[in-house]
């Protein structure tokens, strides 16, 4: 492997923070090294995180923390998120909230909603809606690692864009450490419901497997089983409907990796319907001809994404020490979409 990749076309919205040409005589010195030197109030670490992240370019690709910088070299620092600082403003828009009390807010979120504000999702997202039902939620502080963190009021845990579900939102410190600390243990009880391409062998089933970023794609997720890379993860599921050629299970999370479901299903070969990320968008089983294919294109177009939804969560309340359990039916789409493959496995 060189010491230097090629970074997707898709990253137009990087933001360039440094920018510096090497001397003509420049001597081959480590990028890192270099950098430091460069850059004040910079340290080892903040660029190595930097580095690692792929926010570091040498003459338009991502570099290695190995590369050495020679005469003439164009050196570009990029990061997710624009130099000015972010303003997080209220926005009346509408959430579907399942309870709230003075310590915490249940909200059932749509599919297609951001969950917070991110590199080309300023507004439009759940936490602006947040912030104008809510004053004073929590605020994380400023990490080097996440420049966004502080952008997360109330936020403990979240979802993608495209799955829809159950969020737990902490209105006050006490119970955003308190719910922080439940996740990190792993007692929190979550429930998906998802439509997977495939007839499953068994009725249940858990899969371990390593995540972590793909290694040739930093915008995915990829399952490493080896454990050679990423982070311990485990899944169980359980099959709750067969259809022949897609599967209704529920899902429930031992761990909270960023896209576990998606990446673990997709690694035993059923990736989740619908998608598009990791190749659920296509037709994986069945006979294809024109019928077929076009019942299947309408089911696609039902829902905006991924087949998934947090159907429930299960905690221990942060100031009343009581299990509470809140529960949400999957969204009409993702309903309509069962059905039709009910009538489908039927004929």
Known sequence: MTD?????????????????????????LRIDKFLL????????????YALEGGNILVNGKTSKSSYKVKPGDDISIIFAYPKKEIELLPEPIPINIVFEDDDILIVNKEAGMVVHPGVGNFTGTLINALLYHCNNLPKKEKSERDPFNEFRPGLVHRIDK???????IAKNDLAMNKLAKAFFEKSIDRKYVTLAWGDFKDDEGTI???????????????????????KHAITHYKVLERFKNVTLLECKLETGRTHQIRVHLQ????????DATYGGDKIIRGQVNTKYRQFVENCFALIPGQALHAMSLGFIHPATGKKVYFEATVPLGFETIIEKWRTYAKR
Do not use: C, W, Y
């Open 162 to 168: 495209n799955t829809s579900g159950l969020l737990v």
């Open 208 to 230: 371990i497997a390593h995540i972590g970023r793909d290694l040739k794609d930093r915008k995915r997720m990829a399952a490493f089983p080896q454990g050679e890379h990423g």
């Open 4 to 28: 230097i990749q090629e970074i997707p076309d898709e990253d137009h919205e990087m933001f360039e923070h440094f920018r510096f040409i090497a001397d003509p005589g420049q001597d081959l």
């Open 37 to 48: 030197h460069k850059i004040a109030n910079a340290t080892r670490t903040r660029i190595q």
């Open 267 to 274: 690694h035993i070969g059923h990736p989740v319907f619908n």
